[in-house]
């Protein structure tokens, strides 16, 4: 079991990154989705989640209208497209697969919002 997070990198306040989630060993489509994210000394947020039924969707309040979660199930892939990026969301984004007593993370992507 294995999820892979790519596209981070640098952005200018303002700018677009889409974080891709790759999952292998599980169907993201029968799992809670989510991305978590972590800043420097401070704790691990919730981001964004997809439900495994009806693409239910939940959201940050600071990131509400800027960041949307979705899932491609055909690529067994999970992604977090995010707009109007600011420098406090510079963070390590990391994705989550979780079905009842499974719990699967990866390794986390760096996001770096800066001029």
């Known amino acids: 079991v294995q999820l892979v997070e790519s596209g981070g990198g640098l952005v200018q306040p303002g700018g677009s990154l889409r974080l891709s989630c790759t999952a292998s060993?599980?169907?993201?489509?029968?799992?809670?989705m989510s991305w978590y994210r972590q800043a420097p000394g401070k704790e691990r947020e919730l981001v964004a989640r997809i439900r495994d039924l009806g693409n239910n969707t939940n959201y940050a309040d600071s990131v509400k209208g800027r960041f949307t979660i979705s899932r491609d199930n055909a690529k067994n892939t999970v992604y977090l497209q995010m707009n109007s990026l600011k420098p406090e969301d510079t963070a390590v984004y990391s994705c989550?697969?979780?079905?009842?007593?499974?719990?699967?993370w990866g390794q986390g992507t760096q996001v770096t919002v800066s001029s």
């Open positions: 989550n697969g979780r079905l009842y007593l499974y719990n699967y």
């Open positions: 060993g599980f169907t993201v489509s029968s799992y809670v």
